[in-house]
């Protein structure tokens, strides 16, 4: 695989690039770059956790990428995840790896370090140097990598947590920070400090955040206005599609899915086809009743968006083809978890725990 073809698998991935003319440096010099990324144990395991990961890792790991995950085992405990219970924590850890390895992730050329394990001496060295040459206010903008809102209050344990994210990418001599747009500034941290601690700068990948299902709404008098931002919240199951969720779970969430008439923008449903859907599916077929045109194959995403927008599929016909094909993408989590005993008792185990934020 050239170069140029590389980096458009990795656009593929990436919302933004930061940035490409590092990317192609990277890729003439080393065949296997190392790409990060981290995740904090905490809960149910989404679709755009599970599925959509499983895409971009396995589309990285094409072009000779090797993946590094970070199980933050430790930054869990200090988010508070599980409400701090420790244990737990690592039950989910080890949860989102059986569904990664169920959802086809290519594990060949993935490896899971667990936070817990392996940071050192040289690691928390390094992670008090970042934070000496940086400003508590500097640290705190970079909250919202957290899930926590700027200016929103934080224990002392979450004002350190960004100076150990920055030093997790020099840990595991990472390449690549690939991490989604809300840990854009941490890893802008990153490559800040890089040259001063005398580390080589990272590029970093992030990519595209999947919207929730339902939008977030605010009253103004009388009248109630979508708020531009939908988030995938594990504390609103309504938000998102779950690894777990049942074939009725499904159909019942995207059936309910905000997905307005011909209206594309922040329309949940169509990222659902766009960025997982039609990434497993060489095409797409929506069942329409013989009155209104019968069914209609879409060979790409971008057909079947023209096509919404000028209202020649209906949102329940589009509603009810995703909860189909999502049903289908589902399948072999769902086997692995029912022929797999170890792996049924940690999802009965997990799924048993209270969701903390």
């Known amino acids: 695989m050239d170069i140029s073809e590389k980096i458009r698998l990795v656009r593929e991935v990436g919302e933004e690039i930061i940035n490409e003319e ?30 959509l990961r499983a895409i971009n890792v396995n589309k990285l790991t094409k072009t000779g990428i090797m993946f590094k995950f970070w199980v933050a085992d430790w930054f869990a405990l200090m988010n508070n995840k599980m409400g701090g219970d420790l244990d737990k924590i690592q039950d989910v850890g080890k949860y989102f790896i059986e569904v990664w390895k169920a ?38 903008r970079c909250s ?44 802008v941290l990153a490559r800040e400090i890089a040259e ?69 923008e922040n329309n949940p449903v169509l990222e659902y086809y766009k960025h997982i859907i039609f990434e497993l599916n060489k095409e797409v077929r929506i069942e329409r009743d013989a009155r209104f045109g019968g069914d209609v194959v879409f060979s790409n995403y971008h057909e079947l968006e023209k096509a919404f927008a000028n209202k020649e599929v209906h949102p329940m016909d589009l509603k009810s083809a995703a909860a189909f094909y999502i049903n289908n993408a589902l399948i072999p989590a769902r086997k692995h978890f029912e022929s797999n005993k170890k792996a049924a008792a940690l999802e009965k185990k997990v799924m048993g725990y209270e969701v903390t934020r």
């Open 22 to 51: 590092e990317l192609y440096e990277l890729f003439k010099k080393n065949k296997h770059p190392i790409a990060y990324d981290g995740f904090e144990p905490s809960g149910k395991i989404h679709i755009a956790q599970g599925l």
């Open 196 to 264: 001063k601690l005398g580390y080589k700068k990272p590029v970093a990948v992030h990519h595209h955040m999947l919207m929730g299902l339902q939008p977030s709404t605010s009253l103004a008098g009388d009248k109630i206005e979508q708020a531009i931002e939908m988030k995938m919240s594990k504390s609103n199951p309504d938000s998102a599609v779950f690894m777990a969720d049942s074939e009725e779970e499904v159909e019942r969430k995207i059936k309910k899915a905000y997905c307005p008439e011909g209206i594309i």
């Open 103 to 140: 959802s086809g992730m290519d594990m060949e050329n993935v490896k899971f370090l667990w936070a817990s394990e392996n940071m050192d001496r040289k690691y928390w060295l390094r992670t008090i140097q970042i934070a000496r040459l940086n400003s508590v206010q500097r640290i705190t």
């Open 144 to 187: 919202q990598i957290m899930g926590r809102k700027e200016g929103e209050s934080l224990s002392a344990a979450q004002i350190f947590y960004p100076c150990m994210q920055a030093s997790d990418i020099f840990q595991l001599n990472a390449d690549i920070a690939q991490l989604g747009m809300d840990q854009r500034k941490v890893n």
